[in-house]
């Protein structure tokens, strides 16, 4: 039997077993089957979750970018890899084929290799979604530089910290960047956080707005004339299984970012093996991820995962609002998009528009919806399967991390019956423990816990870089031998998986332990409201109360918020219980989010909590304006 696609629950149930009953065996014939290799491996997984210490597939030898480009000349060669879709929509798509990408990365690599970068040192790229970014890092990990992406979002502060924390000695960057109707000066950004980075001894600049910035003298190169020196032939570096591959900073939601790194083998194949199963990705298929290659994200599920399988990737450099909120279905129909993958948020936001920017656009080409991120509320569940998927693409909530390198309890489409917010079954190879806070696990069905992994899959970050003693707090010593997520999850009557938020995001109401999501789920039901957050303040009495800030969806006249109120109550008294009813509601314009679009439930806390002198660190905010006017009307 092959393992390598799932088709139908008997056998998914048979490979989970064999998965688990004999892991390396599976993970052994995964590898074998798919994968092109310069030399197998000696040992298929040594572990110790005490050091912690994991390796796969000891002493192969492989490189990537053969098994996301070369191993397709032979018979796809013309095959598109990339369809980039720039953000302006008058401006020609590009469709990059095998063939071209291989030429560009080769030609990208001998570039690096031209200006001194070798095997093991490190690369930021701090780029928009152009197809550069996509080249620049297949091109590291054709000469095995580690490449650490940033967000081309972020400010000039976070990017200083992260090249520093990965000691790069090269910055790839562009001009600027489009994002909707504005440009961004990305190469103001950089010169000024490399004031705070003598590292970083050269820096290419790829050209997407044609502005007028500065060069500085020795430093900084345009990337296009180099370029056009350089051949097109560049032999792959031999890598080990367990070199490095790439750091990825974890969205700081508390103090330093953390480098998770990851490694060549494992992280190749769970992504490419999950990928193939999470998104049943057909030959001739057209895939897309919305979201950044600056997240875990975009590294595994638009670059790495779908080139591993020889599949056709979209990749979109603008926003869902610009020209205006029927972007992305502009898009799908455009491109005849087959599987498609997006965040709650992004969900919420468009669902709060007016239904004909969706049913103006024949979506008809769909056959898989993905959501990954955040818990994904049930209002804006239904939303997207009964609008977007019109009831016939099953969504896959899948629940992973920047962490686990790949997806890890998610639904497989057309094979494991879906149930709203439910990221339902663990993938094969994954097994989770729900465990108290005693340290015991909780077996069996209907319990409520915190979820980690007993066992190791091939995807997982290795270390924390050049800090391992924080990589083995941090996730190895809560619970003993044990990965811990950091996320609450409850198992329900048939073995489902729930996650039900960040452990943190518990709040004990008198002693019953309540988790935010389904309380914002039953608040975000009320047909006015258009998004939620709930976090715990100190209560004399209750020990913790409940703080919900609440934003409103675009309605004609305003509302009496007194009646809101009334009526929010009432709907969690029903859904959840009067117990979590919270103290105070807040009506607000935004919330505050990270660039990933999660909500910064931390400074809503310190805010909650009056403790709004020092809110720690918001450089990584989306929208710091929000937070001066929720503190301005705080309750
Ligand atoms: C949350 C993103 C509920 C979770 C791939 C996790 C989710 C954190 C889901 C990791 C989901 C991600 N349902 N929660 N389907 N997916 N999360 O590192 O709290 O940016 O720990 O990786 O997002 O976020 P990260």
Redesign the pocket.
């Known amino acids: 039997m092959s393992n390598y696609h799932i088709k139908n629950l008997e056998e998914y149930f048979q490979v989970y077993r064999k998965s688990v009953r004999e892991p390396e065996n599976f993970w052994e014939e995964v590898a074998e089957e798919h994968f092109s290799w310069r030399k197998k491996w000696d040992n298929v997984l040594s572990w110790d979750f005490k050091k912690p210490e994991v390796k796969w597939f000891e002493n192969a030898k492989l490189n990537i970018t053969e098994n996301c480009i070369d191993r397709y000349l032979f018979n796809r060669s013309d095959k598109t890899a990339i369809i980039w879709e720039p953000n302006d929509p008058e401006e020609e798509a590009q469709h990059i084929s095998y063939g071209e990408l291989h030429k560009k990365v080769n030609k990208f690599a001998n570039v690096l290799k031209n200006q001194g970068i070798k095997k093991g040192d490190r690369v930021c790229i701090y780029l928009p979604m152009i197809p550069e970014l996509a080249v620049a890092m297949l091109a590291c990990a054709r000469i095995g530089a580690i490449h650490s992406v940033v967000f081309a979002g972020f400010s000039s502060k976070a990017l200083a910290t992260r090249t520093n924390d990965a000691d790069c000695k090269m910055l790839i960057t562009s001009d600027g960047s489009y994002r909707g109707n504005k440009t961004i000066d990305l190469k103001g950004i950089v010169d000024k956080a490399l004031e705070e980075c003598p590292g970083v001894e050269k820096v290419l600049v790829a050209k997407r707005l044609d502005s007028d910035i500065e060069m500085k003298e020795g430093r900084d190169e345009w990337l296009q004339p180099l370029l056009d020196e350089a051949s097109d032939e560049c032999e792959a570096e031999t890598m080990d299984a367990e070199d490095p591959l790439f750091i990825l900073y ?2 700081g939601s508390t103090g330093k970012p953390k480098g ?1 790194l990851h490694t060549t083998a494992g992280y190749m194949v769970y992504t490419a093996y999950t990928f193939k199963n999470v998104f049943q990705y057909k030959e001739g298929d057209v895939y897309w991820c919305t979201a950044d290659i600056g ?3 975009g590294h ?1 599920y638009i670059l790495y995962g779908p080139l591993a399988n020889g599949a056709t990737t979209v990749m979109f450099e603008g926003v869902p609002s610009y020209p205006d909120a029927g972007r992305f279905w502009d898009v799908v129909e455009k491109h005849k998009v087959n599987q498609f993958y997006t965040a ?1 948020t992004a969900i919420r936001s468009l669902a709060k528009r007016n239904i004909e920017f969706v049913e103006s656009h024949d979506l008809s080409s769909l056959k898989v919806l993905g ?6 509320n049930e209002e804006a569940w239904h939303w997207y399967n009964d609008n977007v998927g019109k009831n016939k693409s099953p969504i896959v ?8 390198g790949g ?1 890890m ?2 639904p497989i489409p057309y094979v494991t019956p879906v149930k709203p ?1 439910y ?1 339902t079954l663990p993938f094969p190879g994954v097994q989770p423990a729900l465990m108290d806070e005693n340290g015991n696990e909780l077996k069996g069905n209907q319990v409520d816990g915190r979820l980690c992994i007993k066992y190791p899959w091939p995807g997982m970050a290795r270390t924390v870089w050049r800090d391992h003693e924080r990589y083995k707090t941090t996730y190895f010593s809560t619970f003993e031998n044990m990965y811990f ?3 609450g999850a409850l198992r329900d009557e048939v073995g489902y998986y ?5 452990v943190d995001d518990v709040i004990i109401v008198s002693g019953h332990n309540l988790g935010t ?1 389904p309380i914002e789920d039953a608040i975000d039901e009320h047909p006015a409201v258009a998004e939620s957050a709930v976090v715990g303040f100190p209560h004399d009495v209750k020990g913790n109360a409940l703080y919900a800030f609440v934003t409103l969806k675009e309605v004609g006249e305003s509302r009496n918020q007194d009646n809101l109120r009334k009526e929010i109550h009432q709907q969690i008294a029903d859904k959840v219980g009067p117990i979590a009813k919270p103290e105070k509601i807040q009506f607000v314009s935004g919330l505050p989010k990270t660039r ?1 679009g ?1 909500i910064m439930r931390r400074i809503l806390r310190k805010i909650a909590s009056n403790q709004t002198e020092d809110l720690g660190d918001t450089s990584t905010l989306l929208n710091p304006e929000v937070v001066d006017e929720i503190m301005k009307d705080v309750l």
Request: proline residues 5%; aromatic residues 8%; without cysteine.
């Open positions: 974890t969205s998770m997240w875990i994200t595994s709650p959501t990954v991120g955040e818990p994904i909530d899948t629940w992973w991390q920047t962490e686990t997806i309890i998610t917010t990221a997520t950091g996320d729930r996650i039900t938020g960040r999501a990933s999660k």
